[in-house]
Nanobody, 117 residues
Framework: QVQLVESGGGLVQPGGSLRLSCAASAWTWAIYAMSWYRQAPGKERELVAGIIIPGGRTTYAGDVEDRFTVSRDATKNTMYLQMASLKPEDTAVYFC??????????WGQGTQVTVSS
């Protein structure tokens, strides 16, 4: 069973940057996409960014597409989310997700991102 582990969250001031990582414990060719979601207190979980595997086509939520960049290092089984120009409204728990063919999706445990002065 593949497991996903997020890291890189923390406290950052408005306007700052963070890079989140999502490491997969193993790889299966059943994975066809990986994504970042976030959930703020009292709100539903929402898609932030995703990347198609293989091919690398990316997609972003409208409010992050000019500030965040999703990428993947296949040699390390790791997906990244580079976040810049962070705003207080970006504060949330960020989750990694892997979509698989004919199998349930896999979620990481989440990493907290807090944007505050």
């Amino acid at each position: 069973q593949v497991q996903l582990v997020e890291s890189g969250g923390g406290l950052v001031q408005p306007g700052g940057s963070l890079r989140l990582s999502c490491a997969a414990s193993a790889w299966t060719w059943a994975i066809y996409a990986m994504s970042w979601y976030r959930q703020a207190p009292g709100k539903e979980r929402e898609l932030v960014a995703g990347i198609i595997i293989p091919g690398g086509r990316t997609t972003y939520a409208g409010d992050v597409e000019d500030r965040f960049t999703v990428s993947r290092d296949a040699t390390k089984n790791t997906m990244y989310l580079q976040m810049a120009s962070l705003k207080p409204e970006d504060t949330a728990v960020y989750f990694c997700n892997a979509a698989l063919r004919n199998r349930p999706a896999i979620w990481g445990q989440g990493t907290q991102v807090t944007v505050s002065s």
